[in-house]
């Protein structure tokens, strides 16, 4: 089969969008250069478009003022790959690795020792704890300048184990490209993600364009003191808050103080901030990324050990939200993909 | 002596800017439209001007990219009156006397019954418990958007019991012009307030311009839940993060994330986020209101119960702070002064 030039994509989306809204001239305009090239044509992309068209619409029963326009994102398995593991979990098995010549220790003390020996499921075997004391062990004890220099410099080099290529190279164009388009429109565009919070913001404006300020994540909790006649930010080995499940409202209210109008997930870790957003009155847009696709990405949710997505899955279509099938709907996952 | 007309004064600040930095030509011609009318000429308007000219001219050694422009201010004493007591406070002890309708028992347990008795300084006697047991009563048990609410409405009845005004009248014009200015030059405004951050969202925007998601203040912890089949987030009447003190640099870095480059304060608890912005690399602007005008509106510093300056006046000289005479440096200290 030939392959359309992009030109004649761009015209079929045009055609489609001005069946299904109204759109000013100008509206019209910009979607002839289609702003998500890398999303097929389907009800995904569709229902994005038709969304950003309302709000945006002055005088139209959607729209909705620049000052609310707030789309929140997660971030692991929305915006960038989660599996074999989450991102922040090799960092922690590195940092285990390179702190342990300081901690000969560990060498027989558990959890460590098991990481050493390349045994994550004995090491995990110790539950919560097990788990809170390699996160403080690795997150905890330094400054806050200090610990973005380490996040920083494991991510100049560590690779994922399947792409061989860095782990920030392994975030979707197609949500690059909404990213973009949202914001192109007047939205602000935050994340809002399980993984630490710290572990995220020395990245997320240069790979994201989302500044620190806009991101929202779980944390430890730090302190202020002086040292060597310089005032420094502590990390403590105590967590502050878990930004997960309905710690995510909690997290959105707590930072923005605002209620999204748009949401997108992927796991049911996404649920209640899916549930917040669309269940406020006026035009909301929840979507979920589910995870079709063995080739080009992973294929996992209702078992998943990461990324778990059951309850969103069994209660999207009553809720209204829309399912992007990864598979289907994206042409593109990663920007290095033909 | 005769008054000159201000199209003169704006004249003779400009001459005077011209002499302290490079600027140009666009900043001239808004230098000659003076963006701090109510600012009488001295060395607190000329700081602000100087350090705003070096940060925002391209190429000059001051530089600062305009994502880095990032400026924070205390609320209480430094934005608004907070004399004879802040405004959170009147906010309290009214919401005592509506509640306690509702709770005949306060008629005779303290601090609840010498408060009703108009007798604060018996319900203080019993110290931090007292006052979290005050502030829990009025402040937790409800949803946010029912707080939100309870502040919206008290605020447009409620009166300073001196100016007889609405307290968001009793904002200080000068710094209401130095926002704007600030943000005309690219800045991002914070308020960062020992305050409760849910008592200034619901109108700092308004007042300000400042948006919700730009005010970090003190708070108690939310519950995400489903009332009626709709989620809500119930207050509860637990403290979560106080902003004051060592705490203001811990909340500026977990909401922004960033140092900021200028900061405003006005009470020895601002001491550690002008030390935190001031002590980093590069121009940094830090400075002190400090209230002497008891005509106009109060004098007070070093033995204040409220507002109390007394480490950052010693201090402020060799730490290179600027302090603000309100008596000298300020024309208009309200909108509705002459």
Do not use: C
Request: hydrophobic share 40%.
């Amino acid at each position: 089969m030939m392959r359309l030039p992009v030109f004649l994509f761009a015209l079929i989306t045009t055609a489609s969008v001005l069946h299904h809204s109204q759109l000013r001239a100008e509206e019209i305009s910009s979607a002839s250069a289609d702003p998500l090239p890398s999303w097929n044509n389907g009800p995904a992309k569709q229902s994005i478009r038709d969304f950003v068209a309302k709000v945006t619409t002055e005088g139209g029963v959607g729209y909705v003022p620049v000052e609310l326009r707030i789309a929140t994102f997660d971030n692991d398995g929305t915006l960038w790959t989660e599996q074999p593991n989450y991102v922040q979990a090799f960092f922690l098995l590195d940092r285990v690795k390179s702190l342990s010549a300081q901690h000969p220790e560990w060498k027989e003390q558990e959890p460590f020792a098991s990481v050493l020996k390349g045994d994550l499921k004995h090491a995990l075997a110790g539950g919560h704890k097990a788990i809170e004391e390699l996160l403080m062990a690795t997150h905890a004890g330094m400054t806050t300048d200090e610990f973005e220099k380490i996040v920083t410099d494991w991510l100049a080099t560590a690779q994922h184990p399947r792409f061989k290529r860095p782990f920030t190279e392994l975030v979707y164009q197609p949500m690059l490209e909404l990213l973009t388009f949202l914001r192109a429109k007047g939205f602000k565009t935050y994340i809002v993600s399980g993984g630490g919070v710290e572990f995220m913001r020395p990245w997320a404006e240069k790979v994201y364009g989302v500044p620190p300020a806009q991101v929202i994540g779980s944390s430890i909790k730090t302190k202020y003191e002086i040292r060597d006649g310089r005032p420094v930010l502590l990390r403590l080995p105590e967590l502050s808050f878990i930004d997960d499940h309905a710690g995510k409202p909690v997290g959105i209210h707590s930072q923005i103080g605002r209620r999204p109008i748009a949401a997108f997930g992927n796991s049911d870790g996404d649920f209640e901030m899916l549930e917040w957003t669309t269940s406020a009155p006026g035009l909301r847009l929840g979507m979920i990324v589910h995870h079709t696709d063995s080739e080009r990405e992973y294929a996992y949710d209702r078992k998943s050990m990461v990324g778990r997505l059951d309850k969103g899955l069994d209660e999207a279509k009553q809720r209204g939200w829309g399912v992007i099938n990864m598979k289907q709907d994206w042409r593109k996952i990663y920007s290095f993909d033909q």
